[in-house]
C-alpha cells in the first residue's frame, strides 16, 4: 500500500470500506438498539474517534480477518474500565455485550479480574452462611 496513513473511525450509520488519497478507512457497525444513549442524551449523536495507523501497521495487525476497529473499540473500553471511569454496565452497553455473564467471560478474556481483598471475601462468607448455602 501506499505511505499514508489508515483511519479507523466509528460511524454510528452505515458500515463501509472506503480507499482514498490518505489510506484505507474502515467503519465500525452501527450501534445496536442495545447501546443507544439514555433518555437525556437522546438527541446527541454518538461521538466518533478516529485513529491514525501508518499503512504497513494497519496491514500486519489486521491480518487474518482481524477487525481492528473492534480491537481498538475494546481495548479503549478496556482501559477506560479499568481506570474506573466507566462502570461494569456502561462497559456491556458500550461494546454491545447482551449478558453481565458474557461480560464476564470478556473480561477474564483480557485478563482483567475483579479486584476484592480478604475482608471482601470474609463478608461473602459470612452473607452465604447467614443464608445457609
Not at 442524551?41 to 501497521?57: G, H, Y
Not at 481492528?68 to 454496565?89: T, W
Not at 454491545?96 to 470474609?122: Q, W
Request: charged share 30%; glycine share 10%.
Amino acid at each position: 500500500m501506499g505511505s499514508g496513513n489508515t483511519a479507523w473511525q466509528q460511524e454510528p450509520a452505515c458500515p463501509s470500506r472506503d480507499t482514498s488519497e490518505q489510506g484505507r478507512r474502515t467503519l465500525l457497525p452501527p450501534l445496536k438498539s442495545s447501546l443507544q444513549p439514555a433518555k437525556a442524551t437522546m438527541n446527541r449523536k454518538p461521538m466518533n474517534v478516529s485513529v491514525q495507523i501508518p499503512d504497513d501497521l494497519a496491514q500486519r495487525l489486521g491480518g487474518g480477518g482481524v477487525d481492528l476497529s473492534r480491537r481498538a473499540l475494546e481495548g479503549f473500553a478496556l482501559e477506560e474500565y479499568k481506570a474506573g471511569r466507566v462502570s461494569k454496565a456502561e462497559l456491556r452497553r458500550w461494546l454491545g455485550i447482551e449478558t453481565r455473564y458474557e461480560l464476564d467471560g470478556f473480561l477474564k478474556e483480557h485478563h482483567v479480574y475483579i479486584e476484592a481483598t480478604v475482608e471482601d471475601l470474609r463478608r461473602d462468607v459470612a452473607t452465604l452462611q447467614r443464608l445457609g448455602l
